[in-house]
């Protein structure tokens, strides 16, 4: 049974930072890409980052680029979203999502497992 536990949401002013876990448990995780979405009230879940289980690539979304940064820790299962510069129009839910593909996909529907979510508030 795959799960995918987020965690490190919070409370935060603009201009703070927040670092955000997934840990993974079920798969293999070092053969999945991992990618990070948010979803804010009223709103389509979208796509944050992603990390690919090949070389570590990455791939970011135009609103976060330069502000957040997505890694692995393969020898913990577990992928981090460092977020920097934080913004109130970053406050959503954020999940974390895994993805057999090797490509970097940024359609919510192309992932096969998810997390249950993070809240991260951003105050002005």
């Known amino acids: 049974q795959v799960q995918l536990v987020e965690s490190g949401g919070g409370l935060v002013q603009a201009g703070g930072s927040l670092r955000l876990s997934c840990a993974a448990s079920?798969?293999?995780?070092?053969?999945?890409?991992m990618g990070w979405f948010r979803q804010a009230p009223g709103k389509e879940r979208e796509f944050v980052a992603a990390i690919s289980w090949v070389a570590g690539n990455t791939r970011y979304a135009d609103p976060v680029k330069g502000r957040f940064a997505i890694s692995r820790d393969n020898a913990k299962n577990t992928v981090y979203l460092q977020m920097n510069s934080l913004k109130p129009e970053d406050t959503a839910v954020y999940y974390c999502a895994a993805d057999r593909t090797i490509i970097l996909p940024i359609g919510a529907t192309q992932y096969d497992f998810w997390g249950q979510g993070t809240q991260v508030t951003v105050s002005s």
């Open positions: 079920g798969l293999t995780f070092s053969q999945y890409t």
